[in-house]
């Protein structure tokens, strides 16, 4: 069965600090990769995907992930976090269903 | 897109009793599931919601506590049974395109069993 694997729980940065959030996933064939944020509060919100194409994906708001497929890997990225990025993110894949990793809090101090 | 409502919002139940839970889409869809996210943790799926046959159930939820109905390809409700503070959570419906490239979340329903 697929799988998830979120590396790091809780992230505290400082502003204009850059983020890299890890993803792993398990399974072997085809899937769609996703990465959601929740803001406190609030429901899921999509940040961005990768199906196909150029393995390296621009999202909403300055975010960035990059699939590397021999490392069955889709880190997100963002070079300077604001203040507003604080929140919890969730990598997400899709075969069939959709499984999410664990989740990462993002606290980025002012 | 696909927009989903849901409904309740949000309630708060005695231990004992059931509750169910709502989801309407504004599209037909095939692929609709019900996921779990207790508080401080991730999406945890629950079932399959299947339209016109039984509900495919991940390990750990079984039809008798998590009863799953989908009459038509736009609506599906869930029923938490013979509730425990354990089941506290937000409870999301979900759909996802044919081709799996997107999925869309209802804004959850806030389950609070006192």
């Known amino acids: 069965a697929q799988s998830v694997s979120q590396h790091n729980h809780h992230v505290i940065l400082s502003e204009a600090a850059s983020l890299e959030l890890g993803c792993n996933y398990s399974?072997?064939?085809?899937?769609?990769l996703f990465w959601y944020v929740q803001y406190p509060g609030q429901h899921l919100q999509l940040l961005l995907k990768y199906f196909s194409g150029d393995p390296l994906v621009k999202g909403i708001k300055g975010f960035e992930a990059e699939f590397i497929k021999s490392k069955f890997s889709f880190n997100l990225r963002k070079p300077s976090v604001q203040w507003s990025d604080t929140a919890e993110y969730f990598c997400a894949v899709a075969y069939g269903d959709m499984r999410f990793g664990a989740g990462t809090r993002l606290t980025v101090k002012p | 897109s696909a927009v989903i409502s849901q409904k309740p919002s949000r309630d708060i139940c005695q231990r004992g009793t059931s509750l169910t839970i709502q989801c309407q889409v504004d599209s037909q869809v095939t692929m609709m599931f019900w996921y779990r996210q207790q508080p401080g943790q991730s999406l945890t799926l629950i079932a399959t919601a299947n339209q016109g046959s039984e509900a495919t159930y991940e390990s750990g939820f079984v039809i008798d506590k998590f009863p799953i109905s989908r009459p038509n390809l736009t609506f599906s409700t869930l029923t938490v049974s013979n509730m425990s503070p354990e089941d506290s959570s937000i409870y999301l419906c979900?759909?996802?395109?044919?081709?799996?490239?997107?999925?869309?979340f209802g804004q959850g329903t806030r389950l609070t069993v006192v």
């Open positions: 979900s759909v996802q395109t044919a081709a799996k490239t997107e999925a869309f």
């Open positions: 399974y072997g064939g085809t899937v769609n």
